[in-house]
């Protein structure tokens, strides 16, 4: 799952909504920037403040600090975005409002990927005239190199994800090219020429599109290469070059020389200058914000304080985008622990809940809309179903007794995990309690640090069978927005593992893995799609996981901006490619 | 030497404790840097790039030689020499911790030396003069100021203080510029910063010096003082306010000794890069060679500052002077 940025300053954010009230006075200049708000959502539907103009500084401020700045070393969908600025990726994202956002364009290639071998074989040929910005070219072999040493070296750059490894043929047993240092490195990846590559598969894949839009595949020249200290002297790909760098505090970008306007048709190359605050007090970031001069870089949406002051005024409120984030919030429920073995029982969990009362207690409508599906709304392959509807989406009390006696039981006892440092989650666990309580479930709540959910509790299948937890809480947000992205984690059966399980449910059906499976070595998107979509309607059907809401950020639009769209491929953030400022 | 084996017993502490208490395990420890689902072999080859496959007292051998002797890292295809002191190399960011402290204890150092001038300053003051005219309307609004600023945390006045004087009317800066390049500017920007720790403080020596100079006033020796035919203003300051400083030095040095290792709420508060929000964005991604350094830092500082302290009673205090 890519990581999204989680504010934690718990503190500050609660001595703040004491001082909610002090701004009033704000009011009356909200529209000093000259522009006039454009409305609220506008980002979603159309890019906002359309600019060409070409000048000025534009700030990103980030309350936490990425995991680094090194393209091959990162899996934060924000730096997936930025790192675009300087890193450019063979395919990327078109800037464009909502799902239109996830439409995969070349970007150093030159077309799509061409696929052979029934989608195990994937060439890309690289556009003409590609250059560092220090002049030299960029050819296929760099990569080559970005893949392998992103992939491969693990014990260096770790924290990125590896889907290279898994999916190309040999990955296993490569070494990566810190370690193995002959000339021709990973033999499935063949660079016959300086512009063209072709990858190898080991199983048919037909969205490798997806995965070579990560900034894994922007090409690093090896020769500049200096494993984890890469980060300090990166040498761009793309419009903007670094000018300086000072790790866990600030980066500043200005424009690349070197790089030509004839091989990108996606990078304007706007604003002069880049500026990167880290660590930046998030209500800081609020106000800056606001104040028309920031962007919110984790894209987290703003803070508690700062939604209730945006919400309470129309003119406000015309500033901003309530943006679906490319994540559901659900409950697993686990097929290994009685009485839930048993589909009507696992039912009546799906009919007891009222998830209005879940929706309000992470924090209303603006932070999520009330999910029916496993696929968000904005990931493609998605089709609108509701199995266990009910009046209002409060539940179905009658139902969901009815379920229960045709699974032979009168009252269940079981534990819901939540994590005990989100207290969103444990306030929805609380409200799914109550829910369950109505109809004789009995649930108590356990608690687990979010550290060590995956690694030692939650995501640990004999640990929940011994104790008893038949219901999870969980998130999720897909590494590529596709169904197979979304999917694949958290339904198929192979992904079970014995720690850091994401299949929650321990889903194993053998319908579901075969779509899945055969979804992706399907050419026809058409096909796959309605593959993806018959996949989230037999889970459904065998109630394996309670969607609860397809989660959303309250992002505010910063009015000196220009060329603000909200983008579904990052997670519901601004595209950060064109981003200028009018002043 | 005692300051050495204070130093080095703290170390030493957190060397073992921090990674038990936290109840992780090579393991755990090395996974936290990988990412998505790592096989047995990425973890094992992490935990050797790190370290963590020794046992304990190598690595706590490793550790001292590098602050004494530096270090060598062959992380990737470069080997990278980390000079003497050397505290590590970071798990998370890969960055040598030394330079980011160093880099960082400006921002810190100014934060701690404008704040305690302030609060030494208003603390003091109040304080002698509310002890001076005890029970009048001075002394008790002052009290009840001291109060409140005692009682208020920091994340509300830090807050509060950007809020009003940052947004509201904007007096003053809000990025810090460092000394060497605009002291004007450097002063602009940590004056809200500055004021809001210094009314946390001065409520607290306000009342010290208080109660102190309550005591001293009522001793033998002003009373020969005065009988003496001194100035009234010299009885105070040269006679009661000397003799009741001994406790306010104890307790400043302590203080400073504290926010030199870092303003935790105080830096997070005002965005400031000191050693404070070092400290805290290490903890939170558990990244133990820098949570090492600061507190070795802190350590440090506190030690020295005990030390000042007991080098300081003896100027202010006659009574304590070795004859």
């Given at each position: 799952m890519r990581r999204s940025a989680l504010a934690a300053v718990a503190a500050i954010g609660a001595a703040t909504l004491l001082m909610a009230g002090c701004s009033k006075a704000d009011d009356s200049k909200s529209d000093n920037g000259g522009t006039k708000a454009a409305g609220a959502n506008a980002a979603t539907k159309d890019v906002v403040n359309a600019s060409t103009h070409k000048g000025g500084t534009v700030t990103y401020e980030l309350s936490d600090v990425p995991d680094s700045f090194d393209p091959g070393n990162t899996y934060y969908a924000y730096m997936y975005n930025f790192s675009r600025l300087y890193a450019r990726p063979l395919m990327t994202f078109e800037p464009g409002p909502g799902s239109k956002g996830n439409t995969l364009v070349p970007d150093l290639a030159a077309s799509k990927g061409v696929s052979s071998d029934g989608g195990k074989t994937w060439t890309y040929k690289l556009r003409s005239g590609l250059k560092y910005q220090d002049g030299t070219a960029i050819t296929s072999k760099d990569v080559k190199y970005a893949v392998e040493r992103s992939n491969f070296a693990r014990d260096v750059?770790?924290?990125?994800?590896?889907y290279f490894q898994q999916f190309l043929v040999g990955g296993k047993d490569y070494k990566g090219p810190y370690k193995d240092k002959s000339a021709e490195g990973l033999k499935s990846i063949a660079t016959p020429d300086d512009t063209t590559i072709v990858f190898h598969l080991n199983t048919a894949f037909q969205e490798f599109d997806y995965l070579v839009a990560?900034?894994?595949t922007a090409p690093v020249p090896q020769a500049k290469d200096t494993g984890v200290d890469y980060v300090k002297n990166i040498v761009s790909s793309g419009s903007y070059q670094f000018s300086s760098y000072e790790d866990g505090k600030s980066a500043t970008l200005v424009r690349n020389k070197n790089w030509d306007p004839k091989t990108d048709p996606l990078r304007k190359q706007y604003p002069d200058k880049i500026v990167v605050n880290l660590k930046v007090n998030a209500d800081t970031i609020d106000k800056d914000v606001l104040a028309g001069n920031a962007i919110d870089m984790g894209g987290t949406g703003v803070q508690a304080a700062t939604q209730a002051q945006l919400l309470t005024s129309a003119d406000k409120k015309a500033g901003t985008d309530n943006t679906f984030g490319g994540r559901l919030v659900y409950m697993a429920i686990n097929t290994k622990v009685a009485p839930f073995t048993n589909v009507q029982c696992r039912k009546a969990v799906e009919y007891a809940i009222d998830k209005v009362s879940v929706q309000t207690a992470e924090g209303g409508p603006i932070r999520g809309e009330i999910a029916t599906t496993v696929l968000p709304p904005d990931i493609t392959g998605y089709v609108k179903d509701d199995q266990y509807a009910s009046t209002g989406n409060k539940g179905d009390v009658a139902k969901a007794k009815a379920a229960l006696q045709a699974c032979g039981k009168t009252t269940i006892s079981t534990n819901l995990s939540a994590r005990s440092d989100r207290p969103q989650e444990i306030s929805a666990a609380t409200a799914i309690i109550n829910s369950l309580k109505a109809v004789g479930i009995n649930a108590s709540l356990k608690q687990y640090p979010s550290g060590k959910y995956f690694t030692d509790y939650a995501g640990v299948p004999k640990f929940t069978e011994q104790q008893n937890i038949g219901l999870i809480m969980m998130q999720w947000g897909a590494d590529w927005p596709s169904g197979y992205g979304f999917e694949q984690q958290i339904?198929?059966?192979?992904?079970?593992?014995?720690?850091?399980?994401?299949n929650l449910s321990q889903y194993d059906n053998k319908t579901v893995n075969n779509l899945l499976s055969k979804a992706i070595g399907t050419e026809d998107v058409t096909t796959r799609n309605s593959m993806y979509a018959q996949v989230d309607k037999q889970t459904m059907s065998d109630a394996v996981l309670v969607p609860l809401t397809y989660f959303k950020v309250l992002l505010a639009r910063p009015a000196n901006y220009s060329n603000l769209v909200s983008t579904a491929a990052f997670s519901g953030q601004y595209d950060y490619l064109n981003i200028g400022t009018t002043k | 030497m005692i300051l050495l084996l204070v130093v080095s017993a703290v170390t030493f502490g957190i060397f073992f404790l921090l990674p038990r208490l936290a109840g992780q395990t090579a393991d755990q420890l090395a996974q936290q840097y990988i990412g998505k689902s790592p096989s047995a072999a990425d973890i094992a080859a992490v935990k050797h790039n790190l370290g963590l496959d020794q046992p304990l007292y190598l690595q706590y051998w490793h550790f001292i030689k590098g602050i004494v002797a530096g270090a060598t890292y062959n992380l990737g295809p470069t080997t990278v020499h980390c000079n003497a002191p050397c505290f590590g190399y970071s798990f998370k960011d890969h960055v040598e911790v030394w330079p980011q402290l160093t880099s960082r204890l400006p921002v810190t150092v100014s934060l701690a030396a404008g704040a305690a001038v302030l609060w030494l300053v208003s603390g003091v003051t109040v304080g002698v003069i509310s002890a001076l005219k005890p029970r009048s309307f001075f002394d008790r609004a002052f009290m009840g100021v001291a109060l409140a600023g005692v009682s208020l945390p920091m994340f509300f006045t830090g807050n509060l203080a950007i809020l009003l004087f940052t947004y509201q009317w904007p007096i003053f800066g809000r990025t810090y510029v460092p000394f060497t390049e605009n002291p004007a500017q450097w002063a602009n920007t940590l004056f809200p910063a500055w004021c809001s720790l210094a009314l946390l403080y001065s409520a607290i020596y306000a009342r010290l010096t208080r109660s102190g100079m309550l005591e001293t006033m009522n001793e033998d020796f002003i009373r020969t003082a005065r009988a003496k035919g001194l100035r009234e203003r010299n009885v105070v300051v040269k006679h009661g306010l000397r003799a009741a400083l001994t406790p306010i030095i104890t307790v400043f040095g302590m203080d400073l000794g504290l926010l030199l290792g870092g303003a935790l709420i105080t830096e997070s508060v005002f965005s400031l890069h000191g050693i404070g929000q070092y400290a805290v964005q290490s903890i939170e991604s558990n990244d133990l060679p820098p949570i090492l350094g600061v507190t070795l830092l802190a350590a440090f500082f506190v030690v020295i500052a005990n030390l000042l302290v007991d080098l300081l009673y003896a100027a202010a205090d006659p009574r304590v002077r070795l004859s």
């Open positions: 750059l770790s924290l990125g994800p590896n990560a900034p894994q339904l198929n059966g192979a992904a079970i593992g014995a720690s850091g399980n994401t | -």
